[in-house]
């Protein structure tokens, strides 16, 4: 059986970033606590947890006053910043770049949208980080959509800026434009601004050609990641033998019943080592050189 770890899956630049200040920050010793999970995977969080890392909660700020806080890739309010600033607690800001410029366009976008009496709407997950992030740059309400249904919280009589969460999935994005446009009462009103991470969005038309190179794909990601969900319907689609898991424990030897080759990918959030991992257990189970 041919095995093939797909070399453009794994950690994406965000990631990436937030990952290494917080393993400089720990090789200085002591304590990093992490507001919420540095990244949406179990198995990369223990790794840092045996470092030093600690996650923690909004709720338990108070109890690491003095102490060390990064903020994760997904970025955070400014009242999560005025708050440890208070606390005297130092932050290690790891908001991703791409995820730092949506915030400065959605607070653009209501300076843009009020005056008019306007509406801004983001396509994301509710209670995802990155959307409590981008809700709260601004008093004013956004409107937060996941798919058509949605649509009813919007006014069309009114004009619209519609953004995006930057792991949304493209093709969702452009389809709930179009049907605000064709909805509108003046389409010339509705301002569609992608905003989606290129980065990841590019992923789901190389992951289709990949996953229906195989008879079975394996897609590693944590349960929590948004963007695993989005990337691992792309490779189902393409490879209806796709099956997700969040580690190698989880692999069953039927799954590769009379299958010549396994193709492994995952999402921005995997890392690579834990799909060499899964790669190996898939060896061992098969007998596989």
Known sequence: MRIEIDDKSGFCFGVVRAITQAEEALAEGGTVHSLGDIVHNRIEVQRLERLGLRTVTHAEMPAIAGGRL???????????????RKLGIRVIDATCPVVARLQRRVMQA?????????????????????????????NDPTIVIESTEDLRLIDFARPIHFLSQTTQSIALFEELGNEMKRRAADPGLVRIDDTICRQVANREQYLTEFAARFDVVIFVCGRKSSNGKVLSEVCRRANPRTR??????????????????????????????????????????????
């Open 110 to 138: 209501h300076e843009e949208m009020r005056p008019l009496g306007g509406q801004v709407v983001i396509l994301g997950k509710r209670g995802h980080a990155e959307v409590v992030g981008l809700t709260g740059q601004v």
């Open 244 to 289: 997700v898991v969040e580690e190698a424990d989880e692999l069953e030897p039927g799954w590769f019943e009379g299958a010549a080759n396994v193709g492994i990918c995952g999402a921005t959030s995997t890392p690579k080592w834990l799909m060499q991992q899964v790669a190996e257990a898939v060896r061992q189970m098969t007998g596989t050189a």
């Open 70 to 84: 990064l903020i994760r890739a997904h970025g955070e309010p400014p009242t999560t910043y005025e708050e440890a």
